[in-house]
């Protein structure tokens, strides 16, 4: 596929794929930290509001992680997904508005 792309359309995919995987390494950081934070207060606080806190955290912590997992594995397919023609017909677009036809 990214044989038949332009230099620049090339890069850009390449961008694009690091840039979906910055997102996913991003919603492990929230992930873990919501998971540390949670267990944290969990353990040091004594009070059952710090409890169900923590608990709060940790179930958020969990949510994050399979949403950056299936947003990961969704953007990925979408980009596998992209056709040369596609990209073609994209420069073209640009070419055109930029010469003002």
């Not at 955290?57 to 992680?65: E, G, Q, R």
């Not at 997904?81 to 036809?101: A, M, N, S, V």
């Amino acid at each position: 596929m990214q044989n038949d792309l332009h230099p620049a359309n090339q890069l850009a995919t390449a961008r694009t794929v690091l840039a979906n995987e910055r997102t996913l390494l991003s919603y492990f950081r929230t992930s873990l930290a919501c998971l540390i934070g949670g267990a944290g207060l969990i353990k040091f606080f004594d009070h059952p509001l710090y409890a169900v806190g923590g608990s709060v955290l940790m179930i958020f912590s969990a949510w994050c992680l399979v949403a950056g997992i299936r947003r990961f594995w969704t953007t990925r397919k979408l980009i596998r997904d992209i056709d040369p023609e596609d990209w073609l017909d994209i420069e073209k677009f640009i070419q055109r508005k930029q010469t003002g036809e």
